[in-house]
């Protein structure tokens, strides 16, 4: 084999091998780092106080939020095996407000998110009112129903329960 060859072959198994590496490292980090989290309470705490954030700043005053209580949920891998966190959503139906401006709130939800450091992932209107945003692996989303109601929530990052992870990792 002449030497040009083998550097060709040894530089395609270099850059094969270093593409499976980052694979390998980009799955692992999927399933976490075993460092500290946030704990499940604090994020959920946290997704409650932007999504209440959101709507006192949307809706007109006499609405309020019917708490459709935390939705734990695990966390899986690109795999769909559990990696042993958690993430939750904290959602609202929003109550008092005029079905008949629901296309304002939403004007006005988009331009809260984009002045308060959100990233809008999607925006379905007008065949589907539904709009989301991201920030800090936090999703936040407000829709309407068949009927005109509206939900607002907001989901969680990933996190150990505690804030910490297991022993046994």
């Keep these: ?20 590496l980052l694979f390998t490292v980009s799955a692992c980090g999927e399933q976490g780092e075993m460092e ?11 997704a409650d106080k932007m999504v209440k954030d959101a709507a006192n700043a ?5 609405f309020h939020l019917t708490d ?10 690109s795999s769909d095996r559990p990696t042993g966190k958690v993430l ?5 139906w929003v109550d008092g407000v005029d079905k008949a401006a629901n296309a304002g709130y939403f004007d006005k939800l988009k331009t809260w998110f ?13 065949h589907d009112l539904f709009l989301n945003a991201s920030r800090d692996d936090y999703l936040m989303s407000l829709e309407a129903s068949s009927a005109g109601r509206l939900n607002i929530g907001a989901s969680t990052p990933c996190v ?10």
């Design 1 to 20: 084999m002449s030497r040009r060859i083998r550097t060709t072959t040894t530089r395609a198994l270099a850059t094969v091998s270093a593409a499976a």
């Design 36 to 46: 500290k989290t946030a704990s499940l309470s604090e994020v959920q705490a946290n």
């Design 58 to 62: 949307v809706f007109a005053s006499g």
């Design 68 to 77: 459709q209580g935390p939705q734990p949920l695990q966390c899986n891998d």
């Design 88 to 92: 939750t959503s904290v959602n609202y």
């Design 114 to 126: 984009t002045t308060n450091g959100w990233h809008v992932e999607a925006d379905k209107r007008p």
């Design 160 to 169: 150990w329960r505690d804030g910490t992870p297991p022993a046994s990792h």
